[in-house]
């Protein structure tokens, strides 16, 4: 028993050793983030909107997450407003943060019987975060893809990364999710594969992480989403795989 007692003394010791070191190293910023994420319901709780020039232009729609909302970044500087911007395409995007992938289901149930020239989908991040039962998100994330394919000939399914690496989260629990992300990861893989998808995922350990080198630059001031440069990295990542694959807008 008292082997239980020291085990989980240290453990907590471990985890305020992470906080604190956390919120000294970026200047207590994280305290906000915190706040909205646990009493706002995963803060910024908002839909992302559309951007387009007029009906006769080739039409993308994005449904997902946090990681298409962009509320780290201007509209124009997410990879929605990027796509916009450089393709002269319209994009439609009903992403919502805080969404999970049974969430993004019913995002492109409001579209039915439409027709897109492709879709993005963003999923998976919040669902890794809250510990949904694998299982069942198989089940989603199989739905989610087979109703995209309804309305798009064309479907990418775009994955944050690893939220481990994430600078808001302490390293103790950043390695649970981490562990979770990797999970994740090979199931929606699998089943982008199975239902000739594209996965695209720049999918980084902790020590090599772009963004955790250098989190001000490519974090916003919440240290959880993405900023400008970070998108510009992820949209430069996109159009590299896309290009492999033989996919263009």
């Known amino acids: 028993m008292n082997y239980f007692y020291g085990f989980f003394g240290l453990l907590i010791i471990l985890i305020l050793t992470d906080i604190l070191g956390y919120l000294i190293r970026f200047r207590l910023s994280g305290i906000k983030a915190l706040y909205e994420l646990v009493f706002l319901d995963i803060g910024y709780r908002k839909q992302a909107g559309s951007i387009g020039k007029s009906s006769d232009h080739k039409t993308i729609l994005i449904v997902g997450d946090s990681t298409a909302v962009g509320p780290g970044a201007p509209p124009e500087e997410t990879i929605g ?12 995007n009903l992403a919502v943060n805080g969404a999970t992938t049974e969430d993004i289901i019913r995002q492109i149930d409001g579209v039915s019987g439409q027709r897109f020239f492709m879709t993005i989908v963003h999923a998976g991040n919040n669902d890794i975060w809250r510990l949904t039962n694998l299982k069942k998100l198989k089940g989603d994330i199989t739905l989610l893809l087979d109703e995209a394919k309804k309305i798009s000939e064309k479907v990418i399914l775009f994955r944050g990364g690893n939220i481990g690496s994430c600078p808001f989260f302490p390293l103790t629990i950043g390695w649970v999710y981490s562990i979770r992300s990797k999970k994740v990861r090979e199931l929606f893989k699998r089943v982008a594969e199975e239902k000739s ?53």
């Open 81 to 92: 407003g990027r796509i916009a911007k450089n393709f002269d395409i319209d994009v439609i």
């Open 197 to 249: 998808v594209l996965y695209v995922e720049k999918f980084m350990k902790r020590r090599e992480d772009v963004f955790l080198k250098d989190p001000h630059r490519f974090y916003c001031w919440d240290l959880l989403h993405l900023n400008g440069n970070g998108y510009k990295v992820w949209f430069d990542y996109l159009l590299e795989e896309m290009k492999k694959a033989g996919i263009s807008f």
